[in-house]
């Protein structure tokens, strides 16, 4: 099962998340891979260099990083700013290739689901183009449940599968909105709520890894 890793926002910690459970799945004994098809900002192929480093460091970046902005803007607008274009076409045979090397892969969207990659495209489209199911990473705190909500209906309305919602705690602060988002988001949602990811965390907790994690290896060890 490959996933497309998307946010409720941007700075919600998708490339965290998407490293964790890249490293769970190779500590599993898969070889799973991860790619950041548009990244946009001057240090945005940090993320892309995190992912070569934890599937050994053997794959081109311009695989896994095909469409590199520098402005750290809405790949559209930064385009537009750069008066570059790129094609989707691009970014389909990258994962292609990846697809036919490693099992499972992760796509790791840009900023929001609506976020503008083309003048025409969104990241759900791109997510679509891919046949991908989502793995929606959301902020535990004030805020969130307006934003997951939003997101996973954009999501189903475009005929998008939501796999699972995983809340990142990104400030260490447990206030009330912390502490009840979880099980309010969980009661509200059609989605299903896998986990809290705890700040600064390391690996995953082992609830979302028992939901999340022994699906992909069962499903990726049957084939």
């Known amino acids: 099962m490959n996933l497309f890793v998307t946010g409720t926002d941007t700075g919600v910690g998708k490339t965290y998340v998407t490293a964790l459970l890249l490293a769970e799945l190779r500590r599993c004994g898969l070889p799973a891979?991860?790619?950041k098809p548009i990244a946009c900002g001057a240090d945005g192929r940090r993320d892309a260099q995190t992912y070569r480093r934890l599937m050994?460091?053997?794959e081109d970046l311009d695989v896994l990083n095909p469409v590199y902005l520098r402005a750290p803007l809405a790949p559209w607008v930064a385009a537009r700013l750069e008066r570059r274009r790129f094609s989707i076409a691009r970014i389909r045979s990258c994962y292609e290739q990846l697809a036919g090397r490693y099992r499972p892969v992760l796509v790791e969207g840009?900023?929001?689901l609506l976020v503008p990659v083309t003048a025409r495209t969104t990241?759900?489209?791109?997510?679509r183009e891919l046949r991908l199911?989502?793995?929606i990473v959301a902020r535990l705190g004030l805020g969130t449940l307006n934003h997951t909500l939003l997101t996973v209906e954009a999501a189903q309305r475009r005929?998008?599968?939501?796999?699972g919602i995983i809340l990142n705690d990104l400030t260490g602060r447990r206030g009330l909105a912390e502490r009840t988002n979880p099980a309010a988001l969980a009661a509200l949602c059609s989605a299903p709520v896998l986990g809290v990811v705890p700040y600064r965390a390391t690996q995953l907790p082992p609830s979302i890894?028992?939901?999340l994690c022994d699906e992909i290896c069962r499903e990726n060890t049957e084939r």
Do not use: K
Request: glycine share 20%; charged share 15%.
């Open 33 to 35: 891979a991860a790619m």
């Open 56 to 58: 050994g460091g053997r």
């Open 110 to 112: 840009a900023g929001g």
């Open 123 to 127: 990241v759900a489209d791109l997510a």
């Open 133 to 135: 199911p989502l793995l």
């Open 159 to 163: 005929g998008l599968t939501v796999r």
């Open 209 to 211: 890894c028992d939901q």
